[in-house]
């Protein structure tokens, strides 16, 4: 008797909730950390009612990163955003997406730049080493690695440094958009409000 397992076949990210919010706030953590979405974004975002309220110390362990990509990059915030931004539209993540761009709206990253982030590649607005560190994570997120071409152009424009910090911030937001999206955690419409 067999029991193969039947071959993969693409699937589209889920436009559907799959688990219900939750609004019974576990914790003291989770009740500061919603306050803090609240005052800074309008509102408290859906995987903290989806995510956090069921696994609530997957927070503590996330927050050193959350912080770590928001002021302990040396590469500036502007192409942190940019980054983000890309690697989530990539990985189909609405919510992540999103959520960067409010990022960067809130704090005045060039709007021209984020209109214009799917043609990073020949826009004027984008300095050569955005566009090798856009390259860079792109590639990443498409095939999992990176050409050595792209890599050789990268290594000239960035420190040894900047490469890890680049690296991971591409793999650090690939993981966040690997929880929202099988979840389907979409727009919270962020950017509107």
Partial sequence: MSHALPVPVPIAPSKVLR????????????RVFNWMLRSRLGKVFTPSRVIYARFPTLLWRQLPLFQLAES????????????????????????CEELHRKGAQLAKTSPGKLDELESFRTSPLFSERE????????????????????????????????????????????????????????SDGFCSL
């Fill in 19 to 30: 688990l219900a919010p939750l609004d019974a706030q576990p914790g003291l953590l989770l």
């Fill in 72 to 95: 302990g990059l040396s590469i500036g915030h502007d192409l942190r955003f940019l980054i983000e931004i890309r690697v989530s539209s990539l990985n189909h993540c609405t919510f």
């Fill in 131 to 186: 566009r090798y560190a856009l390259s860079y994570v792109s590639e990443i997120a498409r095939h999992g690695a990176a050409s050595d071409e792209t890599f050789g152009r990268l290594r000239a424009a960035f420190s040894e440094r900047e490469i890890i910090e680049l690296t991971w911030l591409q793999a650090f937001t690939t993981y966040l958009n690997r929880m929202a999206v099988p979840l389907g955690i979409g």
